[in-house]
């Protein structure tokens, strides 16, 4: 039996150091690579790691790839943030003194073209009797039409030339526009860089490192995460046909329970979302801010911006809305957390008057319990409260 155990504990380090190693030799095949290269590089190696059996090893090394991709996101960003900025600031001292070159010669040359035209306005009598002979005489009355002539092109050049200038200014101020840009996308690569860093963390700490622990709340977050589909359809389809029983607002609904357990359930709490129109939305659209505890790391709180009472007291959140955590392990197989997971009184009560149905659904081999609610003040709205006793 001891050999048994032994035996187990030795393939399942083997199987993790193998995994690791192999994450490590992948990572090592974009090393060489530099800037969007290697971005594309590490890309595809995440991509084929999330293709892979999911296992706590091959979690860990999606992790990994993960964080080597927003590394190089962000030394390559800072790369090109870099010559941008070298060719903006040699661009933007060229570019100003040749506007000022420019705008010298033009006036130069107005001063010429009048200068010309006034002697171009003498007489030729008079260009006659101040000239030395003939050939003196055709010479000057040439040679102002020529140097008018040759002024005109000239202004007409530098002109064009001041267009085009202030045309490739245009450009560089484009350029800094996307430096703009490209530090943002920095400041969004940092936020992913510090959460992948967090997740892998926070996984390690949950699943204790334990492939046993993580294969459990990997089946646990699919199975429940089917039974909730389920509950929803049908509790929509009942309450569309009128079914439901009058509940006034702060009419006790249920206790909170830990129904669907051991398969889709980790503990007592309560899992609240709210339909609108059939679709899920954000709970802290419609619930009132107050200051609830979270134990949801690491995503932390979120702001509240309604007016409905809570359906439980001394709320404290051990999972959010939308992409959170557990979503982005792909956890409920590509889709959001459709709502709050909570903790708290085991009362649940109605945040709003309606009618209410109750119902269960099949989770594995045991059963979910839910209640679900239409509201009387807005018939799009549906909240449903799952887990219950």
Not at 5 to 12: A, D, E, G, R
Not at 26 to 45: I, S
Not at 352 to 358: A, D, L
């Amino acid at each position: 039996m001891i050999r048994k155990i032994l035996l187990s504990f030795f393939l399942l380090g083997l199987l993790i150091f193998i995994n690791k190693n192999l994450s490590v030799a992948d990572a090592a095949e974009c090393d060489d690579k530099q800037d969007q290269d290697k971005v594309n590089c590490l890309q595809n190696k995440v991509n084929e790691l999330q293709g892979q059996k999911r296992t706590l090893s091959s979690q860990i090394a999606v992790m990994d790839s993960q964080i080597d991709l927003a590394e190089a996101r962000i030394d390559a960003t800072k790369q090109q943030i870099s010559e941008l900025t070298l060719d903006i600031d040699t661009a933007d001292k060229k570019i100003d003194g040749l506007a000022k070159s420019l705008d010298n010669l033009v006036k130069v040359l107005l001063n010429r073209m009048v200068t010309t035209y006034q002697i171009g306005q003498t007489q030729p009598f008079e260009i006659l009797i101040s000239s030395t002979n003939a050939t003196n005489f055709f010479s000057r009355l040439n040679y102002l039409k020529i140097a008018q002539q040759h002024d005109k092109q000239l202004i007409y050049l530098t002109q064009q030339a001041k267009n085009d200038y202030t045309n490739q200014k245009n450009i560089y101020e484009d350029k800094k526009k996307k430096v703009v840009a490209l530090k943002t996308q920095l400041e969004s690569y940092t936020k992913q860089l510090e959460v992948s860093k967090k997740d892998k963390q926070a996984l390690l700490i949950v699943t204790q490192s334990d492939e046993a622990k993580y294969q459990q709340l990997l089946s646990q977050a699919l199975a429940e995460r089917k039974a909730i589909v389920a509950a929803f359809s049908q509790a929509v389809s009942r309450l569309n046909s009128g079914e439901g029983e009058s509940i006034g607002k702060g009419g006790f609904v249920a206790l909170l329970g830990n129904s669907g357990s051991p398969n889709c359930s980790s503990g007592p709490h309560l899992h609240f979302t709210i339909l609108q129109n059939g679709s899920p939305i954000d709970p802290a659209q419609k619930l009132k801010d107050v200051s609830p505890g979270w134990d949801n790391s690491p995503d932390g709180p979120v702001t509240f911006t309604g007016d409905w009472d809570w359906p439980i007291s001394n709320p404290s959140i051990t999972q959010g809305y939308g992409m959170t955590y557990w979503a982005r392990l792909g956890w409920y197989s590509g889709n959001i957390h459709d709502g709050f997971d909570m903790t708290g009184s085991t009362t649940i009560n109605a945040p709003k008057s309606g009618k209410v149905i109750y119902g269960s659904t099949t989770c594995s081999s045991s059963q979910l319990k839910y209640a679900a609610i239409r509201h009387d003040d807005d018939s799009s709205i549906i909240t449903l409260y799952l887990h219950i006793q």
